[in-house]
């Protein structure tokens, strides 16, 4: 889960790091703003049905900044400054 409290070293050797992160939300609730790292399977219902219907609630919400670099572990070092 993308709340999931989680942290890692510093790669510190010549091979990259690899990343996978997967992200499930109910059909009815869709994104605020545009995913700054798109994938082909961004939206895809993996079960059920469209309702064509957007779960909302009366409430003020502030939209995120998009971060200005697609890495996130630029993100994560907090040196991307879209982030700060």
């Known amino acids: 889960h993308t709340r999931l409290l989680h942290a890692s070293s510093p790669n510190e050797t ?3 790091r690899t990343l996978f992160i997967s992200v499930y939300a109910a059909e ?7 995913n700054p790292l798109p994938s082909l399977h961004a ?10 219907l957007v779960r909302s609630a009366a409430n003020h919400v502030r939209l ?5 670099g ?15």
């Open 70 to 84: 697609a890495s996130f572990f630029v993100q994560q070092a907090g040196n991307d400054p879209a982030s700060m």
């Open 28 to 34: 009815d609730a869709l994104p605020f703003g545009e």
């Open 64 to 68: 995120p900044q998009k971060p200005r």
């Open 14 to 16: 010549e091979l990259p």
């Open 43 to 52: 939206g895809q219902l993996v079960a059920g049905v469209e309702s064509g």
